[in-house]
């Protein structure tokens, strides 16, 4: 069974930077895609970044391209979301995902994840 535990988040003042990681555990994840989405309270779930476990592709959400970089850790099964130049729009419950076999065609859709970690708060101020 496949789980994602999630660390990181918290606080953090306009223009600072907060990391996030991902420890994923219970398959081989060389065909996986592993990345983040998010959601603010009375908005859709956004899909912030993808990392593909094989080759290390990687796409970001276009609100937070140029300020965000994901990172994978093969050996250890952990990815990691660095966020800087912060906004107070980027506020939100930031949840960890994998999924087997993604393609570019349904990475943005949130049901082509099956799995999710248990998320984790990301409070910006101005």
């Known amino acids: 069974q496949v789980q994602l535990v999630e660390s990181g988040g918290g606080l953090a003042q306009s223009g600072d930077s907060l990391r996030l990681s991902c420890a994923a555990s219970g398959d081989d994840f060389s065909r996986y895609a592993m990345g983040w989405f998010r959601q603010a309270p009375g908005k859709e779930r956004e899909f912030v970044a993808v990392?593909?476990?094989?080759?290390?592709?990687?796409t970001f959400g276009d609100s937070v391209k140029g300020r965000f970089s994901i990172f994978r850790d093969k050996a250890k099964n952990t990815a990691a979301l660095q966020m800087t130049s912060l906004k107070p729009e980027d506020t939100a419950v930031y949840s960890c995902?994998?999924?087997?076999?993604?393609?570019?065609?349904?990475?943005?859709?949130?049901?082509?994840?099956?799995?999710w970690g248990q998320g984790t708060q990301v409070t910006v101020s101005s």
């Open positions: 990392i593909w476990w094989n080759n290390g592709a990687m």
């Open positions: 995902v994998a999924a087997k076999d993604l393609t570019i065609m349904n990475m943005r859709n949130p049901a082509s994840y099956a799995h």
